[in-house]
């Protein structure tokens, strides 16, 4: 069950009335007279969460951060979505959309901040896998392209920003491979698993945010609006999302 628990899942049907003279007319059922503005402000909301649902779906924690388009296309892609919620976000804020409802609620939360904090935090982090992920290709397998005479200082600079932690002994080992350490492939191996399994917990958190004041603005509209947004691009797949 999705966090729509409260939400219609039926799809409302026109009903038969007779008129006053006998015959037959067709009249909507009330679920389905809705309100433009009810739609707009509907799909305004599920904008920027259906922009997060992208973004969760860029950090791919399942597929660790070396599975395609591999971390330096990773670190890209989280940004340009990122960038996308930010431009979203802002847009909703500015336009004061739900004002005085859940929806006003949802958009004013500081945890789509927050997620945008993480999710450029994960970037850079991302970033420093790439790095360390092409010295280590190219020194052990020869399938990277990093050039091994900067590599010390690439290495170091890592080293400065992480020197705790798997990345930081990930570089370690590196340099070690670099200095002729024959056990260093072995060591670097298993450091990168580490620094992979840190990335997938980093990038687990990006989720969706606000969800809760979310909800109950959903739950609060007529399920007639929401039944009529079902074919859209952007809406319907968002309240499909919901509704899982």
């Given at each position: 069950?999705?966090?729509?628990?409260?939400?219609?899942?039926?799809?409302?049907?026109?009903?038969?009335?007779?008129?006053?003279?006998?015959?037959?007319?067709?009249?909507?059922?009330?679920?389905?007279?809705?309100?433009?503005?009810?739609?707009?402000?509907?799909?305004?909301?599920?904008?920027?969460?259906?922009?997060?649902?992208?973004?969760?779906?860029?950090?791919?924690?399942?597929?660790?951060?070396?599975?395609?388009?591999?971390?330096?296309?990773?670190?890209?892609?989280l940004r340009d979505a990122a960038a996308t919620v930010g431009s979203t976000?802002?847009?909703?804020?500015?336009?004061?959309?739900?004002?005085?409802?859940?929806?006003?609620?949802?958009?004013?939360?500081?945890?789509?901040?927050?997620?945008?904090?993480?999710?450029?935090?994960?970037?850079?982090?991302?970033?420093?896998?790439?790095?360390?992920?092409?010295?280590?290709?190219?020194?052990?397998?020869?399938?990277?392209?990093?050039?091994?005479?900067?590599?010390?200082?690439?290495?170091?600079?890592?080293?400065?920003?992480?020197?705790?932690?798997?990345?930081?002994?990930?570089?370690?080992?590196?340099?070690?491979?670099?200095?002729?350490?024959?056990?260093?492939?072995?060591?670097?191996?298993a450091a990168r698993d580490q620094a992979d399994a840190l990335w997938r917990?980093?990038?687990?958190?990006?989720?969706?945010?606000?969800?809760?004041?979310?909800?109950?603005?959903?739950?609060?509209?007529?399920?007639?609006?929401?039944?009529?947004?079902?074919?859209?691009?952007?809406?319907?797949?968002?309240?499909?999302?919901?509704?899982?």
């Amino acid at each position: 069950m999705g966090v729509l628990t409260a939400l219609a899942l039926t799809t409302a049907l026109v009903t038969s009335v007779g008129d006053a003279s006998g015959g037959d007319r067709q009249d909507p059922a009330p679920e389905l007279v809705t309100d433009i503005a009810t739609e707009d402000a509907v799909v305004s909301v599920l904008q920027l969460f259906a922009a997060q649902v992208t973004l969760t779906g860029v950090a791919s924690p399942d597929a660790g951060a070396f599975a395609l388009p591999g971390p330096s296309g990773r670190a890209a892609a989280l940004r340009d979505a990122a960038a996308t919620v930010g431009s979203t976000l802002g847009a909703l804020r500015d336009a004061e959309v739900a004002v005085g409802t859940p929806g006003r609620d949802y958009a004013l939360d500081g945890d789509h901040d927050l997620l945008l904090e993480e999710t450029l935090d994960v970037a850079t982090l991302t970033d420093d896998l790439a790095t360390l992920n092409d010295i280590h290709l190219t020194l052990l397998t020869g399938a990277g392209t990093a050039d091994l005479r900067t590599a010390p200082a690439a290495l170091a600079d890592v080293v400065d920003r992480r020197p705790d932690g798997p990345l930081g002994a990930w570089a370690g080992t590196l340099q070690d491979g670099l200095d002729g350490d024959p056990s260093a492939a072995s060591a670097a191996g298993a450091a990168r698993d580490q620094a992979d399994a840190l990335w997938r917990t980093r990038a687990a958190v990006l989720r969706p945010a606000a969800l809760e004041p979310l909800t109950a603005f959903l739950n609060g509209i007529d399920p007639g609006v929401l039944t009529a947004l079902d074919g859209h691009p952007v809406a319907g797949p968002a309240l499909r999302s919901l509704r899982r």
